[in-house]
Structure formats: structure tokens, C-alpha cells
């Protein structure tokens, strides 16, 4: 009913910059909230940053400064802008989002399928 579809990984130098989208289509009536989140290698999948439709937003402290979220609520679409990355910063990177689609009229969460972002020192 509802697919995410990430883009803008890819291969990137310590200091450099990368600007993840994830575009959000289907039976869609809105959008609560979307939000990034990243698995490195043996490690848990752990909540980046998060963006309500009125605005609010929330980030990890590993990434304050460095990574911005937004959003353009009419393309139903969530950014993440990535500046100053470091090596730690390599993950795979999910997108996600809290929907209510017009057939449930109740608030579901979808996933993307991910993107990798591998930072070189």
C-alpha cells in the first residue's frame, strides 16, 4: 500500500557531504512523522533523526551539528543532509515513516529497503 524508496547513498571522504532523499508513494491520506535510522556491521539498528508534519524534529547527539532532516510535505518526501561525515557514520540507512493510508484510516509504520553510505578515512 505504501513504498518507501530511498536514494543518494554511495561512497564519500571523511569531511565530505551526502544528502539522502526518500520519497513516500501509494494510498497515502498524510504523514505523521518520518524519520532516519542506520545499522552499522554488528551493531543495532539505531533512530538517526525524525521529522512530525508540523516540524518538530529530533537527532542523536553523534549527529547534532553535522545532519539535518527536513521535508517537502507536499512531495511526501524526507531529506537527510549529511556534512562533515566520518568513518563512524557507515551504515546502511533506512528510511521511515508513520502513514494512514485511505484504505485503514489508521497510522502504520513502513520501511525503505535501505542505502548504503560508506564513509572512507
Known amino acids: 500500500q505504501v513504498q518507501l524508496v530511498e536514494s543518494g547513498g554511495g561512497l564519500v571522504q571523511a569531511g565530505g557531504s551526502l544528502r539522502l532523499s526518500c520519497a513516500a508513494s501509494g494510498s497515502i491520506l498524510r504523514i505523521n512523522a518520518m524519520g532516519w535510522y542506520r545499522q552499522a556491521p554488528g551493531k543495532q539498528r539505531e533512530l538517526v533523526a525524525t521529522i512530525t508534519s508540523d516540524g518538530r524534529t529530533t537527532s542523536v547527539d553523534s549527529v547534532k551539528g553535522r545532519f539535518t532532516i527536513s521535508r517537502d510535505n507536499a512531495k511526501n518526501t524526507v531529506y537527510l543532509q549529511m556534512n562533515a561525515v566520518k568513518p563512524e557514520d557507515t551504515a546502511i540507512y533506512y528510511c521511515?515513516?508513520?502513514?494512514?493510508?485511505?484504505?485503514?484510516?489508521?497510522?502504520?509504520?513502513?520501511w525503505g529497503q535501505g542505502t548504503q553510505v560508506t564513509v572512507s578515512s
Open positions: 521511515n515513516a508513520n502513514v494512514v493510508t485511505i484504505q485503514t484510516m489508521r497510522p502504520m509504520d513502513y
